[in-house]
């Protein structure tokens, strides 16, 4: 209890899908050590708590923003640009998080300042020009960013993947720098999620359950709900920007696709969304689903329309083909949002509770 | 009897709608005075400018002498004004007791005091840890009042408590106001039954189209039927 600052899943099976979930990414590298799988374990870390962060805007404060692609990607610029220039060590590593966290603290402080103070839409619109103006100049500023290709860089000795730790045992498994990584980021991402916790719990996070319910009431009883929304929007980046920093560790590399394209924006809306807003268990929900549907659902089509055709059974083999994907992933997001309208822990939660 | 609160020349604008027109009035200090009117005459308004929830656009508000009609409403809260808006407005996603420690603000609770409200409010303790959107519509607007005097504050505003209440809930809101008035807190008080009303003020003020066209003693105003009926177009005999 004290670990989830008093606010458990309140749901038995949320309780169990979390821990599988949970389990189930502790252990992938000993179970699933393919690349694959790997990647795919990996990014549910990091977007689980780059999406709890954007929880904590738009699900405890009701604020949207369009920036958070940009925080993870000055996160993960700033550790690329910083090995790339200094070379492989733990000074550059340093350097990044030295340069990348205040960066886009004070941003989230300029942004805030200037858009909180009056409606939720200028806030949505200045973030959204932030952030294109912030695409852009990486795109444009090669000389630093790399421009389109962007930078790739080696990582410290340590944590490579020919760097092996613990040799293959009798359990068959290798502790390399890749398993290293690995779970310096399932770490790092548990860290950041329980921090989050603790402060949506917190009388702060109360603070910011009032103004998302109420702003004008939160200003009667004497809060000056502009630093509150201004701190909010800080904390998140700062999550934001520490899980793109863990990404770029990852993928050896950042560009603007894979720390700063809107794409990404859209998809940690959906993940919040399909998880649950105002919950923080959502975010890990969310990107679970989501990831290891973007991820294995063309494969599993695949099978199914071979099944389908060995069957002899007319259309279906044309409607699962696997190019057909997309359009089922978007079926499956439409079919989330109407039956569990407040996500799947919300769902969860109602389920089993007294109806009040 | 000192002023505590004084508005002079009060004018406020909705868009394009002019609805405080000059208002002028000043409540004395550990007074109830009621703020009575028919409805749209400008005391939800007059209410909310105070509070700086709408902005004056002409005019001068003051506590205690200190000039607020430019202050922000947190700043407003702070100098120790409790509001009351109408319609219950509590944090229904959060339970009583965080709907409480929200308006204690800096500090914890003060268990006496709390004890104090639980006397006026059972049902509040009974729903401690309920969420506060469960309550029912007079708990709710009992947590609403008990958030306002959870702090012992100067001024309190308070808009039509009793709408859409029981009678038995009516006559504990009315205690309470009573016994808060007896601990030294000045009220300001919109309401429409007129039962309440008379129980409470010392003083009232009757606001018409946007301005204040009555002031005086509330107990003069209810013994004089001829006066009610000018005033509000009805007598306070015919709705106790």
């Known amino acids: 209890m004290m670990v989830l600052s008093g606010d458990p899943p309140r749901s038995r099976v949320l309780s169990i899908v979390l821990i599988v979930i949970i389990a189930a990414l502790a252990v992938t590298p000993l179970v699933f050590?393919?690349?694959?799988?790997?990647?795919?374990?990996?990014?549910?870390?990091?977007?689980?708590?780059?999406?709890?962060?954007?929880?904590?805007?738009?699900?405890?404060?009701?604020?949207?923003?369009?920036?958070?692609?940009?925080?993870?990607?000055?996160?993960?610029?700033?550790?690329?640009?910083?090995?790339?220039?200094?070379?492989?060590?733990?000074?550059?590593?340093?350097?990044?998080?030295?340069?990348?966290?205040?960066?886009?603290?004070?941003?989230?402080?300029?942004?805030?300042?200037?858009?909180?103070?009056?409606?939720?839409?200028?806030?949505?619109?200045?973030?959204?020009?932030?952030?294109?103006?912030?695409?852009?100049?990486?795109?444009?500023?090669?000389?630093?960013?790399?421009?389109?290709?962007?930078r790739s860089f080696q990582l410290p000795e340590l944590l490579r993947p020919g760097t092996v730790l613990i040799s293959k045992g009798v359990f068959g498994?290798?502790?390399?720098?890749?398993?290293?990584?690995?779970?310096?980021?399932?770490?790092?991402?548990?860290?950041?999620?329980?921090?989050?916790?603790?402060?949506?719990?917190?009388?702060?996070?109360?603070v910011l359950q009032a103004i998302r319910e109420n702003r004008f009431r939160a200003e009667a009883l004497g809060f000056r709900t502009v630093f509150h929304l201004t701190y909010a929007n800080c904390?998140?980046?700062?999550?934001?920007?520490?899980?793109?920093?863990l990404n770029a560790l990852w993928l050896r590399y950042a560009g603007p696709d894979t720390s700063l394209s809107f794409a990404i924006m859209l998809d940690i809306l959906l993940m919040v969304v399909i998880g649950g807003m105002g919950t923080i268990y959502g975010a890990i929900i969310g990107a679970a689903i989501f990831i290891l549907a973007q991820n294995y659902l063309q494969a599993l089509m695949s099978a199914a329309s071979n099944a389908a055709a060995d069957a002899?059974?007319?259309?279906?083999?044309?409607?699962?083909?696997?190019?057909?994907?997309?359009?089922?992933?978007?079926?499956?997001?439409?079919?989330?949002?109407?039956?569990?309208?407040?996500?799947?822990?919300?769902?969860?939660?109602?389920?089993?509770?007294?109806p009040s | 009897m000192t002023e505590l609160l004084s508005l002079a020349g009060v004018h406020t604008h909705i868009g394009r709608y002019h609805i405080l027109q000059g208002v002028d009035f000043s409540v004395a200090e550990g007074q109830t005075t009621m703020l009575l009117g028919r409805n749209g005459a400008g005391k939800t308004s007059t209410l909310r400018t105070i509070m700086g929830l709408w902005q004056a656009?002409?005019?001068?508000?003051?506590?205690?002498?200190?000039?607020?009609?430019?202050?922000?409403?947190?700043?407003?809260?702070?100098?120790?004004?409790?509001?009351?808006?109408?319609s219950m407005a509590v944090f229904s996603d959060l339970t009583v007791k965080e709907n409480l420690v929200l308006a204690a603000r800096d500090g914890p609770l003060d268990d006496a005091r709390l004890e104090w409200i639980f006397g006026f409010f059972?049902?509040?303790?009974?729903?401690?840890?309920?969420?506060?959107?469960?309550?029912?519509?007079?708990?709710?607007q009992m947590l609403s009042i008990a958030r306002a005097i959870v702090e012992p504050r100067k001024l309190?505003?308070?808009?039509?408590?009793?709408?859409?209440?029981?009678?038995?809930?009516?006559?504990?809101?009315?205690?309470?106001?009573?016994?808060?008035?007896?601990?030294g807190a000045t009220i300001l008080l919109v309401e429409q039954n007129f039962f309440a009303a008379r129980e409470l003020g010392d003083s009232v003020l009757v606001m018409d189209n946007g301005k204040i066209v009555h002031r005086g003693?509330?107990?003069?105003?209810?013994?004089?039927?001829?006066?009610?009926?000018?005033?509000?177009?009805?007598?306070?005999?015919?709705?106790?």
């Not at chain 1, 404060?61 to 640009?81: D, K, N």
Request: charge should be positive; hydrophobic fraction near 55%; include cysteine.
């Open chain 1, 33 to 150: 050590p393919g690349a694959k799988a790997m990647n795919v374990a990996t990014k549910i870390c990091i977007f689980a708590a780059l999406v709890a962060s954007y929880d904590l805007l738009l699900g405890y404060t009701g604020s949207v923003s369009f920036a958070h692609t940009m925080f993870y990607g000055i996160g993960s610029y700033s550790v690329a640009i910083a090995l790339y220039s200094m070379g492989p060590g733990w000074a550059a590593v340093a350097t990044g998080i030295v340069i990348g966290l205040p960066l886009a603290l004070l941003l989230a402080l300029a942004i805030g300042l200037f858009s909180l103070r009056v409606e939720a839409i200028f806030f949505a619109m200045i973030t959204l020009a932030v952030a294109s103006a912030f695409l852009v100049l990486a795109s444009q500023l090669s000389w630093l960013t790399g421009g389109e290709d962007g």
């Open chain 1, 173 to 206: 498994f290798e502790l390399n720098g890749r398993v290293l990584t690995y779970y310096l980021i399932f770490a790092g991402s548990a860290a950041m999620i329980l921090a989050l916790l603790r402060v949506v719990n917190s009388p702060f996070g109360r």
């Open chain 1, 235 to 245: 904390i998140a980046a700062l999550v934001a920007a520490s899980a793109g920093m």
């Open chain 1, 312 to 354: 002899g059974l007319p259309l279906l083999p044309g409607l699962l083909h696997p190019d057909r994907w997309l359009l089922w992933l978007g079926l499956l997001f439409i079919a989330s949002v109407y039956f569990f309208p407040t996500g799947v822990v919300g769902r969860l939660r109602s389920i089993g509770r007294k």
């Open chain 2, 57 to 86: 656009s002409a005019g001068r508000i003051s506590l205690h002498g200190r000039p607020i009609e430019h202050s922000a409403t947190p700043d407003i809260a702070r100098l120790g004004v409790g509001y009351v808006p109408e």
């Open chain 2, 122 to 140: 059972p049902a509040l303790k009974r729903f401690w840890l309920s969420r506060a959107g469960a309550l029912s519509g007079g708990q709710k």
């Open chain 2, 156 to 183: 309190l505003l308070i808009d039509e408590p009793t709408k859409g209440l029981a009678p038995a809930i009516v006559v504990a809101l009315i205690e309470c106001f009573a016994e808060v008035k007896r601990r």
């Open chain 2, 217 to 240: 003693e509330m107990a003069a105003l209810a013994s004089d039927v001829a006066l009610q009926e000018r005033l509000l177009g009805l007598s306070l005999e015919t709705h106790q």
